[in-house]
């Protein structure tokens, strides 16, 4: 099936429609023949960024290789309904099954969806998803919160983390869109959703401390868990702990490292709430990044300048930033993938004897 999809548009000051075209061209290179996407040339892989990329690659309209992407995720998938954390070409490089990796499938096809409207293709993979959020919400503890992950041997990690639980709302909440668009019923998602999204926005305790993490910072407002006012006071509380202006956000709050991935993750945290300005001049800070082939380096270092992993440039890294231009541009109808408006406001479920009760998600 051929659909059409328009031309990524241009960000003024951070890049232009072609550079981006250039950005496309350069992730569908890195793909092999069964379609795996890794970090880099003769790099490893991992499920979730494979998404990412996958995203990447529907957005700049390459389907035949999104549709591969996808095709890996279903040749890959385990019986349990899960992916290995990482992958080398074709042999297993870290057994670890990690929750969140294997909840990312559903947004992306739900991404898929929405750039394409191709339910046929989502329909194929349908049993993908259900295996994967199976697998997922198995593991969610009695807090509502979700185990991280299972180690090589089997052994679920006794904690969660928090950025990985926010995505895993985020990933749930399309998954339950993917549900209604193919007309199968998931009641225990919706209920998984509700638990997860109250621990997410109203108990940041219950989670493993990683607050020196810049992705611990936005991801329960860019899951849309944290809305309205407690999403802006969460924003405002680490602004000046995680961007460093006129640089980019800092992946880890103690060190002048910049990374392109979390300053375009921040600049769609802030198209999600609605602070568009605010996002297109975060979103100037990934354009030092660029190399003229189209990839972007995976962090600098300040004040040198220096690129830190040295000479690293990411598939997930260029892939982050054309899903950000393509949310500032409103390219293609993935655009407001992340907006808190679009999948709607999600249900509260306290567990019971919660001291906060039935909170909303969305203060006054």
């Known amino acids: 099936m051929r659909v059409p999809t328009r031309s990524l548009g241009p960000v003024p000051g951070a890049v232009t429609g072609r550079e981006l075209a250039d950005t496309v061209t350069y992730l569908a290179s890195l ?112 807090d509502g919160t979700i185990r991280w992950s299972l180690d090589a041997q089997g052994r679920a990690e006794s904690y969660a983390l928090l950025t990985g639980s926010s995505s895993i709302f985020h990933s749930l909440r399309c998954a339950v869109a993917l549900a209604e668009r193919v007309e199968v019923a998931h009641p225990e998602w919706e209920l998984a959703l509700a638990r997860l999204g109250h621990a997410v926005a109203h108990h940041p305790g219950a989670f493993a401390p990683k607050n020196e993490f810049a992705m611990d910072w936005y991801y329960p407002v860019f899951s849309g868990a944290l809305r309205g006012a407690g999403a802006e006071r969460r924003l405002a509380d680490g602004w000046d702990r995680h961007v460093m202006s006129p640089f980019g956000v800092r992946c880890v709050s103690t060190n002048d490292w910049v990374t392109a991935a979390e300053t375009a993750e921040c600049v769609l945290t802030l198209d999600a709430v609605g602070r568009g300005e605010a996002a297109r001049e975060l979103f100037c800070a990934t354009r030092p990044h660029r190399r003229e082939d189209g990839a972007y380096w995976t962090g600098l270092a300040y004040p040198s300048g220096r690129t830190f992993p040295h000479r690293e440039a990411t598939s997930y890294t260029a892939a982050a930033v054309v899903l950000a231009a393509d949310a500032l541009s409103s390219s293609t109808g993935g655009a407001c993938l992340f907006r808190h408006d679009h999948l709607g406001s999600p249900l509260d479920l306290p567990e019971p004897g919660c001291p906060l009760g039935r909170a909303p998600l969305e203060d006054p």
């Open 31 to 142: 793909q092999r023949r069964d379609g795996q996407l890794p970090w880099y040339p003769g790099g490893h892989c991992d499920p979730w960024n494979h998404v990412e990329v996958a995203m990447a690659l529907t957005a700049g309209g390459r389907l035949d290789e999104a549709r591969a992407a996808y095709q890996w995720l279903a040749d890959t998938q385990l019986g349990d309904g899960s992916w290995f954390n990482y992958y080398l070409n074709d042999r297993v490089k870290d057994a670890r099954l990690d929750t969140n990796v294997c909840a990312y499938a559903a947004t992306g096809l739900y991404h898929y969806l929405l750039v394409t409207g191709d339910v046929d293709f989502v329909t194929t993979h349908w049993p993908m998803v259900e295996r994967a959020m199976a697998f997922v919400v198995r593991w969610q503890m009695v």
